[in-house]
Nanobody, 125 residues
Framework: QVQLVESGGGLVQTGGSLRLSCAAS????????VGWFRQAPGKEREFVAA?????YYADFVKGRFTISRDNAKNTVYLQMSSLKPEDTGVYYC?????????????????????WGQGTQVTVSS
């Protein structure tokens, strides 16, 4: 079992930055894929970014968001810059099973077995 805890969310103005953290406990991230998803009110949860041996981004965050991992701290980060009001939502991190290899880009929710509780990001205009 892996327990995931997100932190770093908050209220920021348009153009601002935030860094989200996803800390794992119970088991280490190891080499498993870790992804970030977000969910705006009334919308489906959508893929934002993922990291395993490669890094993948949704088109709408390319050039603005950066995903990274610190294995020593067992933490994955999402650095968000140039934030827009449409980036508002609850951000979730998720971890896949250790031996799982995606045929795509780790951008589907059902590729992940463990989820955090989410952290709210609000971007004001």
């Amino acid at each position: 079992q892996v327990q995931l805890v997100e932190s770093g969310g908050g209220l920021v103005q348009t153009g601002g930055s935030l860094r989200l953290s996803c800390a794992a406990s119970g088991r280490t991230f190891g080499s498993r894929a870790v992804g970030w998803f977000r969910q705006a009110p009334g919308k489906e949860r959508e893929f934002v970014a993922a990291i395993r041996r490669s890094i993948y981004y949704a088109d709408f965050v390319k050039g603005r968001f950066t995903i990274s991992r610190d294995n020593a701290k067992n933490t994955v980060y999402l650095q968000m810059s140039s934030l827009k009001p449409e980036d508002t939502g609850v951000y979730y991190c998720a971890a896949a099973s250790p031996g799982y290899y995606s045929r795509g880009y780790y951008d589907h929710r059902d590729e992940y077995d463990y989820w955090g509780q989410g952290t709210q990001v609000t971007v004001s205009s």
